[in-house]
């Protein structure tokens, strides 16, 4: 049995260590107060039969409780006040530096916590280990500087969670929808260079990849570029490669034929088209930013983007070479074939591509074949999303937060725009703590609900208030050169901060352990849903009240809990112990979404949640899961009918993996190592190397391929099919 540091490392349980630490107590107090050598052993060991039960590793912060809890219950209550004050005196100590042991410990390559806070990060790396380093300082300095002792207090016993703290003393927002076009079309600067206008749909495709990279740079977030913005370069090169070949053709004394040379030029378009994507796809997955990881970056795939005619037609091509690509994967260290995480792509469905017969069928059923596959594309509905999205279509800011719809006409003319805009930040509620602090009572409930929310709105302000007062000259690609805008120099980013430019996001999680404890049933029984859409509707007119009286875009985020899913039942745990169907897991469930174990169809689910993702307009998406689905595209091809008739933006989630030992290309399966510790093993060879393991599963939205902390991977092994 392990427990964990606060160095946040992994360290055999030593029971004797508790023996020594109640000794010590013990000896400070007069004899006739004193326990015994007997119970000082007892205390010992009920603690390590406790840590035994719980079915995870405690942190040393636990078991100093499940100590003090078992000297009071021998009314030694002298023994107790001096344990308790040896630990206050420890941690004044440890507080006067207290990233110290965080940061050596990640130099050593043994912070457990940290090797698996991001999926896509590797921590023996020398530039995630330099980025995971920056943030310890940068979360101290904000933990004892910059934010609020009440704020500070709720983000660590895990009753808010304060997002991305490690960035949070730059000044630096979360995500964004690029503005490629502009960059494209009018130019832009990367690294002091002058990037012109390109003269080929290759070059194109070149400098989105730099500029992808040096907007992951200069923010925390996922990014989203769309394909719109590359396909009317296709028309670029094919105009070039007409007048190459004719030059050709006249230079060997061939007849200029116009049908001939326009066949012999659309095949250097179509090789050309493939160079660009390969571009794309190779660079974002090589590509390392300053943090460490490849860009978290989405493209969006939306024929209706631009207008019908040669312009769609190449946008199509285009997309149907990036799902060919997609399908052929990328090659490992051992040369096979594997599912790269990045780029994520979204697939919008509408009236041309939707049903046999349409257009672009064949692109969708392309688009099936590559989701059986490669578990992507995703899909956003565009009927759904007209729905509600002010009848407009648009991507999401990387996994899923999308912007406020644009009502004022933002762009030139009063045009709706989307492209250049940008989210602020993110703050999570944690709804299961609401409901336990309530201990059932509804009334209480929504007392502690308005109190939760009011503290919300004060972590998001400090949020806004950082961001105030931003010269653009900190990020120059994005606030100058029109990744988000063109603002002078010297010129603050404040303007962009108001109305419906850019939004700040109120998240939320566990609203089914939430509605579990309150009513006794899961939020898909009716006596459970209406309760369920209750608190959706009453965070949501929340964010609406802020909004209204600010002037700032205040929005209800799902948000896509990735190592925060375990924190969260930790801190539950502590607070509330085991409580059957609420905290009896190490994870809770992700926003509105229906609890990974029960059992519910994929139709059933997507429409049921398709309520709830209405109600969460900052940024949703729902899932299915399904086996392997490659012999049966026609079923895919069904469940996204389903989606775009049903629901705005969904996802279909099956396994692609690979065992270096063996081969295998199979699911690589979670088990127990027998010492209460989940690891990956194939079931072929029962290979356990992560290292000889490539494992691809969807955790928050992206594909994570760097493996989980206990918590995540508990939830991946307890999620059942829908399909």
């Known amino acids: 049995m392990k427990i964990i540091k606060r160095s946040g490392s992994e360290m055999i349980f030593d029971g004797a260590k508790i023996v020594a630490a109640v000794d010590k107590a013990n000896n400070e107090v007069v004899p006739a107060e004193r326990l015994s050598e007997e119970q000082i052993q007892t205390i010992a060991r009920n603690v390590e039969d406790t840590c035994a039960h719980i079915g995870r590793s405690l942190n040393v912060e636990e078991i100093q409780d499940l100590v003090e809890n078992q000297i009071m219950q021998y009314r030694a209550f002298s023994v107790a006040r001096k344990y308790i004050t040896y630990r206050y005196k420890r941690a004044l100590v440890r507080k006067s530096n207290s990233t110290d042991e965080q940061i050596l410990s990640l130099l ?32 101290d300095i904000t933990k004892r500087l910059l934010l609020p002792s009440d704020v500070v207090d709720a983000h660590e016993q895990g009753i808010i969670h304060f997002h991305d703290s490690d960035y949070f003393a730059q000044h630096m927002h979360n995500c964004c929808l690029v503005n490629l076009e502009d960059m494209l079309q009018n130019g832009t600067v990367i690294s002091e260079t002058m990037i012109e206008k390109p003269h080929s749909f290759s070059t194109a495709c070149n400098i989105a990849t730099q500029a992808i990279a040096q907007i992951a740079s200069s923010q925390y977030g996922g ?7 590359l396909a009317p370069f296709v028309q670029v090169s094919r105009e070039k490669f007409r007048e190459q070949v004719k030059e050709e053709f006249e230079a060997a004394g061939l007849e200029l034929d116009e049908e001939r040379i326009n066949k012999v030029a659309e095949l250097r378009v179509l090789d050309e088209i493939k160079r660009g994507v390969q571009m794309i796809q190779y660079q974002v997955i090589t590509l390392m930013t300053t943090n460490g990881q490849a860009p978290f970056v989405t493209v969006f795939m939306y024929l209706d983007e631009v207008d019908e005619g040669q312009t769609r037609d190449d946008l199509a091509l285009v997309i149907k070479e990036v799902l060919e690509q997609r399908i052929t994967g990328v090659k490992n260290e051992k040369g096979v074939f594997i599912t790269p995480a990045f780029p994520k792509l979204i697939y919008v469905l509408d009236e041309d591509n939707v049903r046999e017969g349409s257009q672009y069928w064949d692109l969708t059923v392309l688009a099936a074949k590559c989701t059986a596959k490669r578990m992507v594309p995703d899909y956003i509905s565009a009927k759904k999303m007209r729905e509600l999205k002010n009848g407009d279509v648009y991507a999401c800011m990387g996994c899923r937060s999308f912007l406020t719809p644009d009502v004022d006409g933002l762009g030139e003319d009063g045009a709706h725009k989307y492209y250049g805009r940008f989210n602020q930040g993110v703050v999570t509620l944690n709804l299961v703590d609401v409901a336990c ?11 502690i609900l308005e109190e939760r929310m009011q503290l919300c709105h004060k972590a998001l302000m400090c949020r806004h208030d950082r961001l105030k007062g931003t010269p653009s000259d900190v990020a120059p690609i994005l606030w100058q050169n029109g990744a988000l805008a063109r603002l002078k120099k010297g010129e603050t980013i404040d303007k962009l901060l108001y109305g419906n430019y850019s939004t700040i996001s109120l998240g939320y999680a566990g609203l089914n352990e939430c509605t579990q404890y309150m009513k006794g049933v ?7 849903k209406d309760f369920a859409l209750s608190v959706m509707k009453y965070m949501n007119d929340k964010c609406l009240k802020w909004r209204a009286e ?31 169907g609420v905290t009896d897991k190490n994870y809770i469930t992700n926003s509105y979404h229906v609890h990974v174990q029960e059992e519910i169809d994929a139709f059933t689910k ?5 309520e709830f993702q209405a109600l969460s307009p900052g940024g949703a998406i729902s899932y ?15 469940v996204m009918q389903y989606i775009y008739d049903n629901i705005m933006y969904a996802e279909l989630n099956t396994k692609s993996d690979y065992c270096q030992v063996c081969g295998f290309d199979g699911e690589i399966q979670v088990v127990d190592d027998g010492h209460g510790k989940l690891v990956w093993e194939c079931p072929n060879c029962g290979n356990r190397d992560q290292n000889k393991l490539n494992v691809a599963r969807r955790t928050c939205g992206y ?21």
């Open 437 to 447: 602090s309530s201990g059932g009572d509804e009334e209480k409930f929504w007392e």
């Open 223 to 229: 990014q989203s570029i769309s394909l719109s913005h």
């Open 522 to 528: 899961s939020h898909t029984d009716a006596a459970g």
């Open 606 to 610: 997507l429409k049921f949640e398709s």
């Open 108 to 139: 050593e390559c043994n912070n457990e916590e940290v090797k698996q806070e991001n999926s896509n990060k590797n921590p023996t790396v020398n530039s995630v280990q330099r980025d995971y380093m920056a943030g310890e300082v940068s979360k």
């Open 550 to 580: 600010s002037n700032i875009s205040f929005s209800l985020y799902g948000t896509p809990l990735e190592s925060t899913t375990y924190k969260f039942a930790q801190c539950l745990q502590k607070r509330f112990g085991i409580i059957p």
């Open 624 to 638: 299915v899961e399904v086996p392997n689905m490659t012999q049966n595209i026609e079923a895919v091809l069904g």
């Open 703 to 723: 594909i994570g391929t760097q493996f989980w902390n206990q918590g995540r991977t508990q939830e991946i092994q307890d999620r059942v099919l829908h399909l």
